[in-house]
């Protein structure tokens, strides 16, 4: 049974950092491209970064391009994502999810997903 848990959400004002975990289980994490969602209000999951099982191939969107960081370690099956100045409209549940075909910047390619962790950023 694949189990992907997302830890280090929380309420941080603008400007400040945090660094979100995300654990996974239950499946060869190694062989594993994964990404990062978020979902502010209404139904759609916005991307937010994705990395390669090895690391040589990452992706982030434009909103996040310099501010935010993604990295693994597959000693520990963990993926992080590092997240610097954020800003109000940073604030989401953000989800961490495994790739299984298709664009890394699209949900419907992921077939894994956590339940997420909130972060809160007020101005």
């Known amino acids: 049974q694949v189990q992907l848990v997302e830890s280090g959400g929380g309420l941080v004002q603008a400007g400040d950092s945090l660094r979100l975990a995300c654990a996974a289980s239950?499946?060869?994490?190694?062989?594993?491209?994964m990404g990062w969602f978020r979902q502010a209000s209404g139904p759609e999951r916005e991307f937010v970064a994705a990395?390669?099982?090895?690391?040589?191939?990452?992706y982030y969107a434009d909103s996040v391009k310099g501010r935010f960081t993604v990295s693994r370690d597959n000693a520990n099956n963990t993926v992080f994502l590092q997240m610097n100045s954020l800003k109000p409209e940073d604030t989401a549940v953000y989800s961490c999810?495994?790739?299984?075909?298709?664009?890394?910047?699209?949900?419907?390619?992921?077939?894994?997903w956590g339940r997420g962790t909130q972060v809160t950023v007020s101005s």
């Open positions: 999810a495994a790739f299984k075909s298709g664009d890394y910047d699209r949900s419907r390619s992921y077939n894994y």
């Open positions: 239950g499946l060869t994490f190694g062989k594993t491209a």
């Open positions: 990395i390669s099982k090895y690391s040589d191939t990452i």
